[in-house]
């Protein structure tokens, strides 16, 4: 079987849930983890984890969204934890893309959040956007005491190696397929597969063929083949090692 590793069960571009969830079981995806981006799609993603025993969920502040946060929102995820299928806190990181004038409460945020981890015995679930460098700082000096993961990774190999060093794994969705993604694909090809994952990131993201439409968790078999074809090996191996990672992370 595949576990997606970060999808947004929570975003409404997804009207029907259950069938949702069905075509990923019929792809043989049987475990998926939603990702929170606020308290508010975090509270939503574990109301969707009640009603599918193989949905599990993280709870997070995004870095896009730390303009909004509470001042006690650190209670609520605190709060949200005691649910037994929160496996990580996340996804938290920096993001400065489209806004970095705010780098400094984006910083707060995150190390309040993975000390929040910490306290709790819980992995990291990190998003990182043109940020890559403040995110290894922080990493260094505020490192998770779980073994974590940074999703959809784009950084170098080199920066990679230094995140291994920090117990990171990665996860690697419907970029890995596109024609332009050279720099994602020569990091799948040098990293070990002890420290790989799938992910498909939806709604968003979808692999080729369906790239421009809307992601579905059913699609990470897709994701897989074409791992298993940049490090050369069978996608069977691909299923077997990524599933095996997943569930040693996350504890599903």
Not at 1 to 12: G, I, K, R, T
Not at 219 to 236: D, G, H, Q, S, T
Request: aromatic share 8%.
């Amino acid at each position: 079987m595949f576990v997606d590793v970060h999808a947004h069960l929570n975003d409404e571009k997804f009207e029907d849930i259950e069938k949702v969830v069905e075509r990923a079981k019929n792809a043989n995806v049987e475990k998926i983890i939603t990702a929170g981006f606020d308290i508010e799609s975090s509270l939503k993603n574990i109301e969707i984890a009640k009603k599918y025993e193989d949905v599990f969920v993280t709870v997070g502040v995004h870095p896009e969204m730390v303009d909004e946060v509470e001042e006690n929102y650190l209670e609520k995820l605190k709060e949200m934890c005691k649910f037994e299928k929160v496996v990580a806190i996340g996804e938290i990181g920096l993001d400065y893309h489209f806004k970095d004038d705010n780098k400094e409460l984006q910083k707060k945020v995150f190390i309040e959040q993975i000390e929040l981890a910490n306290l709790l015995n819980l992995p990291i679930v990190v998003h990182s956007r043109d940020a890559m460098g403040d995110t290894l700082e922080i990493l260094k000096e505020h490192t998770p005491v779980c073994p974590s993961l940074l999703h959809c990774y784009s950084g170098s190999i080199e920066s990679a190696n230094e995140f291994i060093k920090l117990g990171f794994s990665f996860s690697f969705g419907g970029v890995v397929t596109f024609n332009n993604a050279k720099n994602v694909v020569k990091v799948v090809e040098n990293l070990p597969i002890e420290k790989i994952m799938l992910e498909t990131d939806c709604p968003y993201m979808a692999p080729v063929p369906y790239r421009g439409k809307i992601n579905e968790p059913c699609f990470v078999p897709l994701v897989a083949k074409k791992i298993a074809e940049i490090k050369n090996i069978e996608i069977e191996k691909i299923e077997e090692k990524t599933t095996k990672n997943a569930k040693k992370m996350f504890k599903i």
